[in-house]
Nanobody, 123 residues
Framework: QVQLVESGGGLVQAGGSLRLSCAAS????????MGWFRQAPGKEREFVAA????????YYADSVLGRFTISRDIAKNTVDLQMNNLNLEDTAVYYC????????????????WGQGTQVTVSS
């Protein structure tokens, strides 16, 4: 079992930046893929970014490519999401998730989820 705890959400003006962090515990992450998802009010949860823990290979949704960066800290067992040039459409609850190493990042299924952290972008 994997426990995931997100932090770093908040209120930011459009064009600004935020950095989210996900602390993972419970088992070795070496054979896992870690991901970030988000859910805006009235919308379905959507894939944002993912990283293969073992290789560091990254994946991004088209909507965030070039603005968001996912990274991992192997020593700290954390996965961060650096979000730059935020816009109003980025407002959502952001969730951290973990899944098996070979998971299809866009479709899952993902095994474990954090509780989420709110990101609000204002104009």
């Amino acid at each position: 079992q994997v426990q995931l705890v997100e932090s770093g959400g908040g209120l930011v003006q459009a064009g600004g930046s935020l950095r989210l962090s996900c602390a993972a515990s419970g088992r070795s992450l070496s054979r896992l893929t870690m991901g970030w998802f988000r859910q805006a009010p009235g919308k379905e949860r959507e894939f944002v970014a993912a990283i293969r823990w073992g290789t560091g290979t990254t994946y991004y949704a088209d909507s965030v490519l070039g603005r968001f960066t996912i990274s991992r800290d192997i020593a700290k067992n954390t996965v961060d999401l650096q979000m730059n040039n935020l816009n109003l459409e980025d407002t959502a609850v952001y969730y951290c998730a973990s899944g098996p190493y070979a998971i299809r990042v866009g479709t899952g299924p993902w095994d474990y989820w954090g509780q989420g952290t709110q990101v609000t972008v204002s104009s």
